[in-house]
């Protein structure tokens, strides 16, 4: 087995865990300038933290003003402190008679697993951070659909004045226009490739490649199959709760400059199989670091 055989399964988890991409809706979204703090190294409570400067700083704008010497507004900020998730697979064996001589075919069938389920657990993570809570007035909203139902008592369907409904709550909460995002859950794509009956069907989708277009009502259009579940009164479920028959999947809204996001660490772990010489296999497992959640709560909305 060649010498180096950890680091090169290091090596490439890092750069897979860089390279691969399952969140183009966190595109153009960059890192947050801040160094990652790591607390507790190598112990149970081991963190990854970042400090986060906030301002909400305006210094008002005096119309033909004839008073002098103008007032003075004094600039003030503030900080939170972000933990940064922590994600961690299980425990990977292979044994000696499987690792000798091995590839990088080998090398990357096997961290590619490791990867996928790190890539596809911290962007469903991110998402669902990044739906607001609930109704919140002037900050956050969540919009019932109000299509015909799909089943007797259950969700709407998603209708082009679901989106109108949504910009203008944006509106009203005074979000900065340009670049506003939506990410369409499954359920709503459906919806508008199936509404091909209305005046607004051609600018809806593309239904040669089954695709939703670019843009509607404003909102650059994204989807995503790992959106967060709301109640039907319009409440967000925790992380990791198992909806009900009335729960609804949401697509969610939000401004990419209200977002901040991080990735921190990332490691290896490898328990080389001279040390067990009773099972001779190899042991290995990876744990990495990310958040993405909104800098303040507002700039967001969900459609359910």
Same mark, same amino acid.
């Given at each position: 087995?060649?010498?180096?055989?950890?680091?090169?399964?290091?090596?490439?988890?890092?750069?897979?865990?860089?390279?691969?991409?399952?969140?183009?809706?966190? %595109?153009?979204?960059?890192?947050?300038?801040?160094?990652?703090?790591?607390?507790?190294?190598?112990?149970?409570?081991?963190?990854?933290?970042?400090?986060?400067?906030?301002?909400?700083?305006?210094?008002?704008?005096?119309?033909?003003?004839?008073?002098?010497?103008?007032?003075?507004?004094?600039?003030?900020?503030?900080?939170?402190?972000?933990?940064?998730?922590?994600?961690?697979?299980?425990?990977?064996?292979?044994? %000696?008679?499987?690792?000798?001589?091995?590839?990088?075919?080998?090398?990357?069938?096997?961290?590619?697993?490791?990867?996928?389920?790190?890539?596809?657990?911290?962007?469903?993570?991110?998402?669902?951070?990044?739906?607001?809570?609930?109704?919140?007035?002037?900050?956050?909203?969540?919009?019932?659909?109000?299509?015909?139902?799909?089943?007797?008592?259950?969700?709407?369907?998603?209708?082009?004045? %679901?989106?109108?409904?949504?910009?203008?709550?944006?509106?009203?909460?005074?979000?900065?226009?340009?670049?506003?995002?939506?990410?369409?859950?499954? %359920?709503?794509?459906?919806?508008?490739?199936?509404?091909?009956?209305?005046?607004?069907?051609?600018?809806?989708?593309?239904?040669?490649?089954?695709?939703?277009?670019?843009?509607?009502?404003?909102?650059?259009?994204?989807?995503?199959?790992?959106?967060?579940?709301?109640?039907?009164?319009?409440?967000?479920?925790?992380?990791?709760?198992?909806?009900?028959?009335?729960?609804?999947?949401?697509?969610?809204?939000?401004?990419?400059?209200?977002?901040?996001?991080?990735?921190?660490?990332?490691?290896?772990?490898?328990?080389?199989?001279?040390?067990?010489?009773?099972?001779?296999?190899?042991?290995?497992?990876?744990?990495?670091?990310?958040?993405?959640?909104?800098?303040?709560?507002?700039?967001?909305?969900?459609?359910?």
């Amino acid at each position: 087995m060649p010498a180096a055989f950890p680091e090169m399964w290091e090596s490439r988890v890092r750069t897979l865990l860089q390279d691969e991409q399952l969140a183009p809706w966190l %595109d153009g979204i960059p890192e947050i300038d801040t160094q990652v703090i790591e607390v507790g190294s190598g112990s149970a409570s081991e963190s990854n933290i970042i400090h986060i400067p906030i301002t909400t700083f305006r210094p008002g704008v005096l119309i033909n003003n004839t008073a002098y010497p103008l007032a003075l507004v004094a600039y003030d900020d503030t900080s939170m402190t972000v933990q940064l998730d922590k994600y961690q697979t299980k425990v990977t064996t292979l044994t %000696d008679d499987q690792a000798m001589g091995s590839s990088y075919r080998q090398i990357d069938t096997i961290t590619k697993a490791h990867r996928d389920d790190i890539t596809e657990s911290k962007y469903a993570k991110a998402i669902h951070s990044i739906a607001p809570q609930t109704t919140v007035a002037g900050s956050t909203f969540v919009i019932q659909c109000t299509g015909d139902e799909v089943t007797p008592g259950g969700r709407r369907k998603m209708l082009w004045k %679901d989106l109108v409904a949504a910009r203008k709550a944006m509106n009203a909460a005074k979000c900065k226009k340009r670049g506003r995002r939506i990410v369409l859950c499954d %359920d709503h794509v459906t919806d508008l490739l199936e509404d091909n009956s209305n005046k607004y069907a051609d600018k809806l989708a593309d239904y040669l490649s089954g695709t939703i277009k670019g843009v509607l009502a404003g909102f650059e259009v994204y989807e995503n199959v790992d959106n967060p579940m709301y109640t039907a009164a319009g409440e967000k479920l925790a992380w990791g709760a198992v909806p009900s028959g009335t729960d609804k999947n949401a697509s969610v809204i939000f401004h990419p400059e209200n977002i901040a996001k991080k990735t921190g660490l990332t490691k290896q772990y490898f328990a080389d199989a001279k040390s067990a010489p009773t099972t001779q296999q190899n042991e290995y497992a990876v744990r990495h670091y990310f958040i993405a959640v909104p800098v303040m709560d507002k700039y967001a909305g969900a459609i359910i």
